[in-house]
């Protein structure tokens, strides 16, 4: 099977476009200041519009920090969910202004197929994914016990390890701590595979 990728992206990103500018759609925005330490090194904002029975959500970071040299990371997440499950979902991962690696799954008659980097496809063999990374910003996951990564295109383990605070292992073995307040993701301790950042929540 050829998948033409352009036109793919295009119509996914031309259909998000367009719901930006409805301004009937309900939106939602936070936004996370990133931290290596005490320092501030960058910002993560995200976004959730409702409209029917439609979620988009839109993820962007934005960091800079040094471990004996200098990295600049950019990561980007568009996903859309109908009727409370996954249609489509997009990621991409820069480091120094090179993509090291993207992800795209979209619904096609029943089944999940994904473009791993523009050049590997295959398909999904899982259930629809009605809970994930996504969600993670806007929902606190009680009684949750795995959650759907866009990026790695597989079910993740999450748990709750003190009142309102749960650790995601990550398909490395990884783990990343998710603390809420009033239901509200607050604070997201990330194990990057260069360094241990914070993201805050500000908005």
Do not use: W
């Amino acid at each position: 099977m050829i998948l033409n990728k352009p036109a793919t992206y295009s119509a996914i990103f031309f259909f998000l476009y367009i719901l930006t500018l409805d301004t009937n759609c309900l939106s939602q925005s936070r936004k996370y200041l990133v931290y290596k330490g005490n320092k501030e090194i960058g910002v993560l904002t995200i976004n959730k519009k409702n409209i029917s029975d439609e979620e988009h959500f839109r993820i962007e970071s934005d960091a800079t920090f040094r471990v004996v040299f200098e990295f600049s990371t950019q990561f980007t997440m568009d996903a859309v969910f109908k009727a409370g499950k996954l249609k489509s979902s997009y990621t991409k991962n820069i480091l120094n202004d090179s993509e090291r690696e993207s992800t795209l799954i979209e619904l096609e008659n029943g089944k999940y197929k994904r473009l791993k980097d523009g050049e590997d496809l295959d398909y999904l063999d899982i259930k629809h994914p009605e809970y994930s990374m996504a969600h993670l910003y806007y929902q606190e996951p009680k009684n949750i016990s795995e959650v759907f990564s866009e990026r790695f295109g597989e079910f993740l383990s999450i748990k709750e390890i003190n009142p309102s605070e749960y650790e995601l292992t990550l398909p490395d073995g990884r783990t990343n701590i998710y603390t809420y307040k009033n239901g509200r993701c607050s604070e997201v301790k990330v194990n990057h595979m260069l360094a241990t950042l914070y993201f805050k929540l500000v908005q």
